[in-house]
Nanobody
Framework: QVQLVESGGGLVQAGDSLRLSCAVSGRTFSSYVMGWFRQAPGKEREFVAA????????IRGDSVKGRFTISRDNAKNTVDLQMNSLKPEDTAVYYC??????????????????????WGQGTQVTVSS
């Protein structure tokens, strides 16, 4: 069983920064693809960023390129999302997700929510104007 717990969300003003963290309980975390997704009220779940097992490949959604950075620490079983220059449109519940199936087959992480089989409960990020 894989469990994920997000932390670091909160209420900030536009232009501020936040760092989200995700702690993962899994015996083979180092082989997981890890991703961040977000969902705003009335919107579909949106891909934010993902990183492959050894941090060689990290990708970001178009809406956050240049502002958000994903990273992981396999020794600590954590994955972080550094969010800079936050905008009101970044307001959403942010979810950490694990893809335990891709393993080390791909250098480029998956970007679709259906590729991920374990999810955290989410952490709220609210950005005010």
């Amino acid at each position: 069983q894989v469990q994920l717990v997000e932390s670091g969300g909160g209420l900030v003003q536009a232009g501020d920064s936040l760092r989200l963290s995700c702690a993962v309980s899994g015996r083979t975390f180092s082989s997981y693809v890890m991703g961040w997704f977000r969902q705003a009220p009335g919107k579909e779940r949106e891909f934010v960023a993902a990183i492959n097992w050894n941090s060689v490949r990290a990708i970001r959604g178009d809406s956050v390129k240049g502002r958000f950075t994903i990273s992981r620490d396999n020794a600590k079983n954590t994955v972080d999302l550094q969010m800079n220059s936050l905008k009101p449109e970044d307001t959403a519940v942010y979810y950490c997700a694990a893809d335990t199936n891709s393993g080390r087959y791909y250098e480029t992480p998956r970007i679709h929510s259906y590729d991920y089989d374990y999810w955290g409960q989410g952490t709220q990020v609210t950005v005010s104007s």
